[in-house]
């Protein structure tokens, strides 16, 4: 890696990160070579940067599939924050882009304000008289870092505590001292509070359903700071409206207009923006985790956090030298009906990636003659009918972290294979030729000749003398 590379801090308008924040996690990054722009998403600078950005920092803006392609250069995008549901997850895994989160870091500020709520709710410092939290059945869905950080408030409070997660067992509910429900339904089943910390995924769409809040004791309250989508608001507001004594509390439901109509009757409480990681701590725990993750990416190669599976880092040089191969063989063959190709070891696992670079390689050398992504590269193969071929690697050869590729069209027919060594890809046979042609930046002159005495002299002297 070079160490000039571009990060590009981007922030929403009414959601900054605290300026400590911000300052300090510039300065990690800065101290460890690279290039900072910290911008509010609305700057329109951010146009004219997004093109040199290797790595974004983001909160819950949007990264969507149009701006990730106005971002060539990305590797890796990280969401300061827990839920990454505002980044086209599919899109940057397509473009070879990681994406992680911060998990853990604002988990303590999502948990307390969940008490935040229930307390204005239930015992508003009003002057009239509320209800206590002590005994109550309390039922958390989603048992990650947020849910865990909720149980144990809540055991403080004294409230009897059972949790459920399709990701956990009741192992680990037993050592965090709460129970385990058998299901969704089960976890709110006479449930007097109900907290949600699933994420927003198409799985968790509506989870909270007709059946969820049916379960509920009488006059139960449901905190929602995970997610708007993870409840279906139809069944909520006939719920609201059968039971009057049930209140719904989110600090991240603004948008749900049917809702605002029902606040004045007091069984909702929704502050004007979403709130959980709207704490100081949160915001310089996540900013300064975030900055840690790029430079830990960048210097090692670590990628704990990811949510996403691209081509790890270590096997990166191996899409550009799926690259050039896909180049070099266009040369020989430059409208192949037919793509073969074989990656060898480690390589194999990520071959679908692969061959988008390969088919970027012919298409950039052979005839089109325009730069391209992978992806675009892709469906020009199939407009093309180009038949793609992925054959089996016999690692027994010991060919190591290679890729093979076969071009052929009705006359032609070329084998190249490839590696890498040291840092730099290298051509290692061509058709039957074993060889090892460094590939570099660089007009490649290739015969295949029968070996007689003063041969490659004369085909140097001819070359020379055609200038
Ligand atoms: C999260 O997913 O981390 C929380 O919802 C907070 O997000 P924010 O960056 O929008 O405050």
Do not use: H, S, W
């Given at each position: 890696y070079t160490m000039s590379k571009l990060v590009l801090i981007l922030t929403q308008v009414d959601k900054p990160f605290a300026s400590d924040a911000e300052q300090h996690s510039v300065q990690l990054l800065k101290r460890a070579g690279l290039t900072v722009e910290a911008l509010?998403?609305?700057?329109?600078?951010v146009a004219e940067l997004l093109p040199d950005a290797s790595f974004l920092i983001i909160r819950s803006n949007k990264v969507p599939a149009e701006m990730i392609d106005r971002a060539?250069?990305?590797e890796l995008i990280v969401r300061?924050?827990?839920?990454?549901?505002?980044?086209d997850l599919e899109h940057a895994t397509s473009k070879n882009i990681y994406v992680m989160n911060t998990p853990g870091q604002n988990a303590t500020a999502v948990a307390e304000l969940v008490f935040s709520l229930i307390h204005s709710a239930v015992?508003?410092?009003?002057?009239k008289s509320g209800t206590e939290l002590k005994n109550k059945k309390f039922g958390i869905l989603g048992f990650g870092n947020i849910g865990k950080q909720v149980a144990m408030i809540a055991k403080g409070y004294g409230m009897v505590v059972e949790v459920y997660d399709m990701f956990e067992t009741s192992d680990t509910a037993m050592r965090h001292g709460v129970g385990f429900a058998e299901s969704t339904v089960e976890v709110f089943r006479d449930k007097d509070y109900m907290s949600l910390h699933i994420p927003s995924t198409k799985e968790t769409k509506?989870?909270?359903d007709r059946e969820c809040l049916a379960a509920m004791s009488p006059g139960a309250v449901l905190v929602n700071t995970?997610?708007?989508?993870?409840?279906d608001h139809e069944a909520l507001v006939a719920h609201l409206q059968a039971d009057p004594g049930f209140k719904y509390l989110s600090?991240?439901?603004?948008?749900?207009d049917i809702l605002q109509s029902l606040?004045?009757?007091?069984?909702i409480l929704i502050p004007p923006k979403k709130m959980g990681a709207q704490t100081f701590e949160a915001n310089f725990n996540a900013a300064c985790a975030a900055a840690q993750q790029v430079i830990d990416f960048m210097q090692?190669?670590?990628?704990?956090?990811?949510?996403n599976n691209p081509v790890p880092p270590e096997l990166k040089l191996y899409t550009d030298l799926a690259t050039s191969l896909g180049r070099f063989s266009a040369a020989y063959v430059?409208?192949?009906r037919e793509v073969q190709y074989t990656c060898y070891g480690a390589l194999n696992a990520y071959h679908d990636t692969f061959v988008q670079y390969i088919l970027k390689g012919l298409f950039e050398q052979g005839g089109h003659g325009k730069a391209m992504t992978p992806v675009e590269a892709v469906s020009l193969a199939e407009e093309h009918s180009i038949d793609i071929e992925m054959r089996n690697p016999?690692?027994?050869?010991?060919?190591?972290?290679a890729i093979t590729l076969g071009f052929v069209d009705d006359d032609t027919r070329v084998e190249v294979r490839g590696t890498i060594v040291g840092r730099e890809p290298e051509i290692s046979r061509v058709n039957d030729f074993k060889t090892r042609i460094p590939l570099r930046e660089a007009i490649y002159v290739l015969v295949e000749t029968a070996d007689h005495p003063g041969v490659e002299y004369q085909i140097a002297q001819n070359i020379v003398e055609a200038g």
């Open positions: 509010c998403e609305t700057d329109e600078r060539p250069k990305l300061a924050g827990a839920g990454y549901d505002n980044v015992r508003p410092i009003n002057g509506g989870t909270v995970a997610r708007v989508d993870v409840i600090d991240v439901d603004q948008k749900t606040m004045p009757n007091r069984q090692k190669g670590i990628t704990r956090f990811a949510v430059p409208k192949p016999d690692n027994r050869k010991g060919y190591g972290l």
